[in-house]
Every structure is written in C-alpha cells, then in structure tokens.
C-alpha cells in the first residue's frame, strides 16, 4: 500500500466522513483520515491521508486555509449557513460600500470569534450541535483566530428594492476560524444579519485545487501524493547524517537546527522521509516516526 496524501475536490453535500470512506475503497485500506473537516455545504480541497500519512493530517490541520465565500447580507439563520432555517430578516439595502469595507475590516486580522451555536465543540462533553438541536441553550466561549485576509471581490444586490446583498470574498485564516461565523459576525455588525450561501476552499497549507482531483478522477486513477513530498511541500526539510538517521529512525532527538517552531520533516541521505520532529530547548524531539513500519 503506497503512504501518502490525497488532495480531493469535495463535492457538495457530501460530509468529509462521506470522503473518507469512498477514499477507503478507492485505496484499498481502512487506514484513511482527513485534515480540516470541510461541512456538507461546502466544497473544495480536502486533504485525505493513506497509510502512513494519516500521522500527519493533526498537523497538516493546524495549517492556513483559503476559502472563496459568499456571505448573504439581510438574512439571519440558525446555523449561520443556508442549511439553517431562517431565523430573522432585515433590510440589507442601505448598507453602503464604505459601511461594508468597514465592518470587513474590523473582522480581518487577529480577532476573537465566537464558534456557531450548531458545530462540534464540546460544551460539558456535550457536542454543540446536538445540545442546539434540541432547543438547549449553547454558550460558546469566544475563541482568538487570525484573519489575515478578507477580501470583497464582488457585491451583487437582489430582491425587487435591494434587501438582500450577497458579498463574495476571498478568506485566509488560521486553523479554527469558521467562516460561517464570520458571515454572521458581518451582519450583525451592519445591523442587517448575515448567513454563509457559498463556500469553495481553495487551500489547504501548500495543497491548492491544482493539486485537486474530484472523486470520478480518483475512482479512474487514485493518485497519491507520496508522503516524503507531502512532508516537504509542507514543512522545513532537514536532511542529516547516515548515524543522526539510525537516531531518528529510533526515536531519539536531534540537536535542533534552528528550523522554527513547528514540525521539521527530517530525510535520509537517500531522500527518505524519517521523521516529523518539533525543536524545543535546544533539541528536535520526534512528533512521529515512519521508519521500521
């Protein structure tokens, strides 16, 4: 079985677990995972990892995303997207060009976000969506998340006087962000509310839609993106020494080589991929190994 990554273009309304079971097919194995869930509604680059490789998606996780979004101005919903019921409406149509640059900009940079009331979080060992589902009353603590792009690429108006306002727009943010929470966020910040009607994430770290394949392609030639060039495309690369190779394959540390706070891919003489290591205090400490399996 070849280790490696898949980049797969997510069709809607497939969730990622959907993905990730036509991928086990597909390649043969149950040892198959997914970094960055991607919710039904959405589609785009999800990251699937093949044997060896589903070690890396925790990491490849906590990498920057790019989404192209369209956000509705004027309508509210329950679960910040168009899946949601409907849950208040407002007038969208005085909402001025400098007002949404505005409030565009006061949600781009290093923000506190509070998640959606219908997501994954835990509250008292209790998912979110479930304790919402059920009429609970959810409160999410607000989370720190970086937006370091949000760009306007288009503001079209609808509705016979203009009430309602779709806002499409390019998004990078770190790890956590949601986006419907910043649709929200948008509208209430213009006194109009907002829910997500559209969302295509174009990447995911290094891995873009060119990399992509939908799962037709996939079903007619499964191709893996080999793990030791996931690992570089993703991280600092760090070759060493024929013995500091025999260490790593063992689990032991390496002195650190000045490469960064995160993970470090650490390759044999030959090329081959050893380890994941993280450096701290003066030394590389192994995250996960993929030698000797």
């Known amino acids: 079985m070849t280790s490696g990554l898949v980049i797969v273009d997510k069709p809607a309304e497939w969730t990622s677990h959907d993905v990730v079971a036509r991928m086990r097919r597909l390649a043969g194995t149950r040892k198959v995972g997914h970094a960055g869930t991607l919710d039904p509604m959405a589609t785009g680059v999800l990251v699937v990892g093949v044997g060896k490789a589903t ?3 925790g990491h490849l ?11 509705r101005l004027g309508q509210s919903t329950n679960t910040d997207d168009a899946e949601g019921e409907i849950t208040a409406t407002a007038s969208a149509a005085a909402v001025t060009d400098d007002a949404l640059d505005a409030a565009v900009k006061a949600l781009t940079g290093e923000i506190m976000q ?7 979080i835990k509250v008292n060992g209790r998912r979110a969506y479930k304790m919402a589902r059920k009429g609970e009353d959810v409160e999410l603590a607000a989370r720190p998340v970086t937006v370091s792009e949000f760009t306007v690429t288009d503001v ?5 006087l203009g009430e309602l306002v779709d806002v499409d727009a390019v998004i990078t943010c770190s790890s956590g962000t949601y986006i ?4 929200r966020d948008l509208g209430a910040a213009l006194g109009t509310g907002g829910h997500l009607t559209a969302l295509r994430r174009t990447r995911v770290g290094p891995y873009g839609l060119e990399l992509a394949r939908t799962l037709d392609q996939l079903a007619e030639h499964c ?6 060039d996931a690992v570089a495309a993703a991280f600092p690369r760090r070759e060493v020494t024929a013995e500091q190779a ?5 689990g032991g540390r390496l002195p650190a080589a000045g490469l960064g706070p995160g993970p470090v891919g650490v390759f044999a003489p030959d090329g081959t991929l050893l380890a994941l290591v993280e450096e701290r205090g003066g030394a590389a400490r192994p995250l996960a190994v993929f030698t000797g399996e």
């Open 246 to 250: 025999r260490l790593v394959a063992h």
């Open 223 to 228: 191709e893996i993106l080999p793990i030791g």
């Open 156 to 160: 079209r108006r609808d509705g016979e």
């Open 180 to 183: 419907r929470a910043l649709a």
């Open 55 to 57: 070690r890396l998606l």
């Open 114 to 120: 509070v998640p959606p009331q219908v997501s994954a």
């Open 61 to 71: 996780a906590l990498t920057e995303k790019t989404y192209r979004a369209t956000i």
